[in-house]
């Protein structure tokens, strides 16, 4: 009787301790983020990050995702949370930022949910992220992690001209998007470990899409151009896509003004490069709205269906900032960045009761080709759906406002 009063005993105390450690590992697990406060007198960049951090309390959560994955949204928002911690340092932000990496970067290098056999060049951008962790802990398997996604820009697909093929599924397609996917990080690579050596092939990715999809009337660049002029959707002479789309602009002009901070300015492809800047930013500035802000389609602003999109607007308000800043566009340029700032804050921002911010009217996804198909037509982009709070839309923002002080 007295053994198995002591082994019930025994029995009791043990499943008490695995209830406890079992709901210390929940604990441990759970997020830590969802009783952020946002104060009234933050700064916008502020806001936007805290939010964010706020209904994504674990990274991976950003754009609604249900499971770990090494994606593009997650790598724009991550890195404007990261230059917002330059600027404003918070514990919480980097914190964040590595609990995404973590999750994703094993100890050998490898990235879980990557795969470079895909050759999918909106899989580069997220490493931007751990140059900065690399240097910060000098751990093997960040260097080995960045290693490999320069190891696909080494073996990306290329058109006979050079340009990297946006995907391996797109062949023979350089798209604006891409500009902004690859070069940054491969920019910032070549410059930290390689003394800079492929900067000219970072130049001539610029010099491709600057040559093929520049519409000479608007100065703007179409959406994709594809050098076999096979596929439906391009041009027959040009193998350019029919129309101008804001948020692939977006991405461009954000390319030229991150990818020229490695381009020393005795370099002699840096004044090319803020030659194509310049072209961008004027012609832009002929199609942005009395708002501020850009349509969806970019020169199509009375057209029924259109309307005032926020992730490009975003991108061009800090393409234009950080330009002005920099000393690549006149000054001029910052009061429309100014503008488009108001514009998205007074028109598209909604303050929620918990103090956090809903950016609203971004366009959830475009592409060209796939399947379904998408053909490229005004009618395909005006249709696509909207979506509140888009990564592509509050990354962009947060880092319009570091720009502009605000």
Same mark, same amino acid.
């Given at each position: ?18 209830? &406890? ?43 609604? @995702? ?10 724009? &928002? ?16 980097p914190a964040y930022i590595k609990g995404y990496v ?40 960040? $260097? ?31 798209? $604006? ?50 050098? @076999? ?11 350019? @896509? ?60 009375g057209k029924e269906g259109n309307y005032l999109e ?97």
């Open positions: 009787m007295k053994n198995n009063k002591r082994q019930n005993y025994f029995n009791a105390v043990a499943l008490i301790c695995l209830v &406890v450690f079992t709901s210390c590992k929940v604990t441990s697990q759970e997020p830590q983020n969802k009783d952020i406060v946002i104060a009234k007198n933050l700064k916008w960049s502020e806001k936007m990050a805290l939010t964010v951090m706020k209904r994504h309390p674990e990274a991976y959560m950003i754009d609604d @995702s249900k499971t770990q994955k090494w994606d593009y949204v997650h790598g724009l &928002v991550l890195y404007s949370i990261e230059e917002l911690n330059k600027k404003n340092p918070d514990p919480r932000y973590d999750a994703l970067v094993q100890e050998d290098g490898t990235i879980k949910s990557y795969e470079i056999e895909k050759y999918n060049i909106d899989m580069v951008v997220a490493g931007r992220l751990l140059f900065t962790i690399y240097n910060n802990t000098k751990e093997e398997k960040y $260097l080995k992690a960045l290693q490999l996604l320069r190891k696909q820009l080494t073996e990306q697909p290329r058109t006979a001209s050079g340009g990297f093929w946006h995907k391996k599924i797109y062949p023979n397609q350089m798209w $604006l998007d891409g500009l902004y996917m690859g070069e940054p990080f491969y920019a910032e690579y070549t410059t930290v470990f390689e003394n800079g050596k492929e900067l000219d092939d970072i130049a001539k990715q610029f010099e491709l899409i600057q040559k093929h999809a520049t519409d000479p009337k608007t100065g703007l660049l179409y959406h994709g151009w594809d050098e @076999s002029k096979a596929m439906p959707w391009a041009n027959k002479e040009t193998g350019t @896509s029919p129309n101008f789309w804001s948020r692939a602009l977006g991405w461009y002009v954000m390319a030229l003004v991150d990818v020229l901070d490695y381009f020393p300015k005795d370099h002699p492809k840096q004044k090319e490069l803020v030659g194509y800047l310049n072209n961008a930013a004027a012609s832009l500035a002929k199609y942005q709205d009395k708002s501020g802000l850009w349509y969806q389609v970019t020169d199509k602003g926020a992730s490009g607007s975003a991108m061009f308000a800090y393409a234009y900032a950080k330009g002005a800043n920099k000393g690549y566009l006149p000054a001029k340029y910052k009061k429309l960045a100014n503008k488009a700032f108001d514009g998205l804050t007074t028109k598209l921002i909604k303050v929620e009761a918990d103090g956090g911010i809903t950016l609203t009217q971004a366009c959830a996804v475009a592409g060209l080709g796939g399947n379904p198909y998408r053909d490229g037509s005004y009618e395909y982009y005006v249709n696509e759906r909207k979506k509140d709070n888009d990564p592509k839309a509050t990354g962009p923002f947060i880092l319009a406002a570091l720009e502009l002080n605000r």
